[in-house]
């Protein structure tokens, strides 16, 4: 039924159990999940994990918080490492004006090597902003005029107005398990009326567990709750939610293939 546009299966609170979170997520009717790189040394894992599985993807890219970290990370590197056949995406990558790890020129920098590397492969972008709404659509916007490329604003937390530019840019937002918290109203208004046929969900994991399992890891069998959530704030059946989120993950994603 379902499918996790991002997690992150080789970090600390799913790692030690993968086996165990990958058929937890298929017996909750998980079918397929992207398992996202941050930083050049996951590269290798991420694909790995992949490569052993028919229904797990993988993305090349460095986080925002890693960019000072990874000066050489070009999009001649991004491009050579997503030839991979599991590498469906580039990514994450954006900027993170929250934290400040890295600095921000860096970020903005590592950002445009990482579209250019979309738009020269041909695969989405997956984008992390926060705190950063006014750069982030700048950035985005000046690139797309360079030439076309494709993407997703993970994880999507930003305001109204930053959910249309990107729509605008012909780009999908991906829900989060945010949007079931008592404190994301302004979110849970925007989820609402978002396009179905740009919509994907997510769970992040290990990260933003939703309710009803706040406190604990999350893992991708967590993004079923939010489709429940999402799919009743919307007025809609969770099977029509979790079918028409998952053709756009497939028309996104289209190096991907269903099983």
């Known amino acids: 039924m379902f499918v996790d546009s991002h997690c992150h299966l080789n970090y600390k609170g799913l790692i030690e159990d993968q086996a165990g979170v990958i058929a937890r997520a298929a017996a909750a009717g998980v079918i397929g999940m992207l398992n996202i790189s941050t930083r050049e040394s996951e ?15 993988a993305s090349i890219g460095i986080h925002p918080h890693e960019a000072d970290t990874h000066p050489d990370v070009d999009t001649v590197k991004l491009v050579a490492a997503s ?9 994450e990558t954006g900027l993170d004006y929250y934290y400040d790890h ?3 020129a860096r970020q903005r920098a590592s950002f445009r090597s990482h579209i250019a590397a979309a738009r020269e ?7 992390h902003t926060r705190d950063a709404e006014a750069d982030t659509a700048e950035i985005l916007a000046e690139e797309m005029g360079k030439g076309q490329y494709s993407g997703v604003i993970h994880c999507f937390t930003a305001s109204r107005q930053f959910a249309e530019t ?6 999908y937002i991906s829900i989060s398990g945010i949007v079931t918290f008592k404190n994301a109203k302004d979110l849970q208004e925007t989820a609402a009326v978002l396009p179905e046929s740009r919509l994907l969900i997510e769970t992040d994991s290990p990260f933003l567990a939703p309710v009803p399992h706040r406190g604990r890891p999350c893992e991708p069998a967590y ?7 999402l799919a009743e704030l919307r007025g809609v059946s969770v099977d029509v939610l979790a079918s028409r989120t998952r ?7 289209a190096k991907a293939m269903p099983a």
Do not use: E, M
């Open 121 to 127: 492969t041909g695969l989405p972008l997956i984008v």
């Open 247 to 253: 053709d756009n993950f497939f028309n996104l994603f």
């Open 223 to 229: 993004v079923a709750d939010t489709a429940r959530f």
């Open 43 to 57: 590269w290798d894992d991420v694909v790995h994990v992949a490569a052993r599985s028919q229904n797990i993807w």
């Open 83 to 91: 030839a991979h056949p599991k590498v469906v995406a580039i990514g």
């Open 166 to 171: 990107a729509l605008d840019l012909g780009l």
């Open 102 to 104: 890295s600095d921000r």
